[in-house]
Nanobody, 115 residues
Framework: VQLQASGGGLVQAGGSLRLSCTASGGTSSINSMGWYRQVPGKQREMVGHISKGGITNIADSLEGRFTISWGNAENTVFLQMNDLRPEDTAIYYC??????????WGQGTLVTVSS
């Protein structure tokens, strides 16, 4: 499974961005997709994920500002980020749950929120 993420960029505090991630290759084995983020020098943290059936889970600290959803195109997932804050600045990684035990990771897309 290969993941291609896009949509990152520079935004002012209070603004919005929508990240997208499209999976290809062996996608029938995908059972969920989601997002993590990482600030250089810090641990990677879970942002949210969505199951094939549409059940979502967003990190408690991001509830109300971030939402995750499936796109109309198969195996595309969106991360809608509203009311962005400087502390949301990070590299955002797309991840797919593949089969019962494996994960596939995308290359990351940088989100920078200016104050």
């Amino acid at each position: 499974v290969q993941l291609q993420a896009s949509g990152g960029g520079l935004v002012q505090a209070g603004g919005s961005l929508r990240l997208s991630c499209t999976a290809s290759g062996g996608t029938s084995s995908i059972n969920s997709m989601g997002w993590y983020r990482q600030v250089p020098g810090k641990q990677r943290e879970m942002v949210g994920h969505i199951s094939k059936g549409g059940i979502t889970n967003i990190a408690d600290s991001l509830e109300g500002r971030f939402t995750i959803s499936w796109g109309n195109a198969e195996n595309t997932v969106f991360l809608q980020m509203n009311d962005l804050r400087p502390e949301d600045t990070a590299i955002y990684y797309c991840v797919a749950g593949v089969g019962p035990y494996n994960d596939a990771w995308g290359q990351g897309t940088l989100v920078t929120v200016s104050s």
